[in-house]
């Protein structure tokens, strides 16, 4: 511990970028709402000094840190920032950055947004998949291009694979993991093998009163060259192998023959991952009904310019965009086998469940075919996540958790 108990707790958050995501929205909210505590100061170091949240907390006025480029030796830039703070809290997975809060004598925490089974794989598996995907993949058209794309995402999964290596063992490492919903508590315990108090539940938020609309439906539908009657269906999220958005794009391919139902997808990310989205949306042959416009900064906008929000993940650690699409009034549809997004949305209460893309096809029809039969679920979802999913108290628990470790 670097400082008397009598000082004011410093935490280091650690995250690898600025980027969009639900992470980094996440961390710029906490930061929001611990600016003004009087127990704990609560910085954030970006790994790499990029993105709309990175710039958002320079604009916030956040104690605000990153990687300068050419540093040569990385550790011992983290050790020398490191040192002026009794606990680092990591939002992802950095080896040099681990190391360094090793050898800081920090007080390590880690903030686990998601979960993954991919550890279980054996890497003479991953080589198997490989080859045997092969000739499946070669009988679809373009070849070459698609060849390229199933080498990269070989490539990313071993990544993947030593990433989670890596995570398991830092983990362990931390005196407390704080993960945002039950479902990811409990694989934190049963699959990464952490002990039941080392896991703290504290339940990710968003800050309501920033979620705010400043333009039409018809005036963002018109700027997406829609029609005023097409009936949208979409999502804001990461091109992500985890958010599978294939299954989004699947049942809109077996929703052909309705013109009217289109379908769009907010985000950024993996240019694999969006390559091989491309392809599949060519397959079905759905091209002029989805839609890719890439991220936006006043995202709530396009948001509430949908019909229907579908967050088609498996296994998501919570899922911070159902909390402001429930919020917003939409409705909301996730999977049976989502993880802690069924602690957000209960069936037919706060939203929609699905158990597979047939039921998803179906129930688009059914929302398309009823208008205003999601009214009632609607209002019930806006009070539910309005009581459970509020920032100041997500605040509170981290100060809380903060104060009892140093304390």
Wanted: with cysteine; net charge positive; hydrophobic share 40%.
């Amino acid at each position: 511990m670097n400082h008397k108990c009598s000082k004011k707790i410093r935490v280091l958050n650690i995250t690898p970028s600025g980027d969009l995501g639900g992470r980094e929205r996440q961390i710029l909210s906490i930061s929001q709402s611990l600016k003004d505590n009087t127990e704990v100061q609560f910085d954030v170091f970006f790994i790499k000094a990029q993105g709309p949240f990175y710039d958002a907390s320079l604009r916030e006025g956040i104690v605000t840190m990153s990687l300068p480029g050419g540093v040569t030796n990385p550790i011992s830039y983290y050790l020398r920032v490191m040192k002026s703070y009794d606990i680092i809290n990591y939002w992802g997975v950095n080896w040099q950055a681990y190391l360094a809060g090793i050898l800081s004598g920090a007080i390590m925490t880690f903030s686990l947004q998601g979960a993954r089974g991919v550890i279980r794989k054996r890497i003479k598996d991953i080589f198997f998949e490989k080859l045997f995907k092969k000739d499946s993949v070669e009988s679809v058209k373009s070849n070459h291009k698609i060849n390229v794309i199933s080498d990269s995402i070989w490539k990313n999964r071993l990544i993947r694979f030593l990433k989670k290596w890596l995570l398991i063992h830092s983990l362990r490492r931390c005196d407390v993991v704080i993960a945002p919903s039950q479902y990811l508590c409990d694989f934190c315990i049963s699959y990464y093998g952490l002990r039941v108090e080392q896991v703290k539940l504290i339940k990710n938020s968003v800050n309501f009163e920033s979620i705010k609309t400043t333009k039409s439906k018809g005036s963002i539908r018109q700027e997406l060259g829609l029609e005023p009657d097409v009936f949208l269906v979409g999502v804001a999220a990461r091109y992500d192998a985890r958010k599978r958005l294939d299954r989004l794009i699947e049942a809109l391919g077996n929703l052909r023959e309705y013109d009217k139902i289109k379908g769009i997808i907010y985000g950024g990310g993996d240019a694999t991952i969006k390559n091989k989205l491309d392809l599949q949306v060519a397959q079905h042959k759905i091209e002029t009904k989805i839609l890719f416009p890439g991220f936006r900064d006043d995202i709530y906008n396009y948001i509430n310019a949908l019909d229907v929000f579908v967050l088609p993940s498996d296994s998501e650690g919570m899922g911070l965009a159902i909390v402001e699409s429930v919020y917003l009034g939409c409705p909301t549809v996730v999977f049976q086998d989502g993880g802690g997004v069924l602690e957000v949305i209960k069936n037919r209460m706060t939203g929609y469940v699905v158990n597979d893309v047939k039921e998803l096809s179906e129930l688009i029809i059914t929302l398309y075919k009823n208008p205003g039969i999601s009214q009632d679920i609607c209002q019930q979802g806006k009070v539910f996540v309005k009581e459970n999913f509020d920032v100041q108290k997500t605040a509170k628990e981290y100060a809380d958790v903060f104060v009892k470790l140093v304390r």
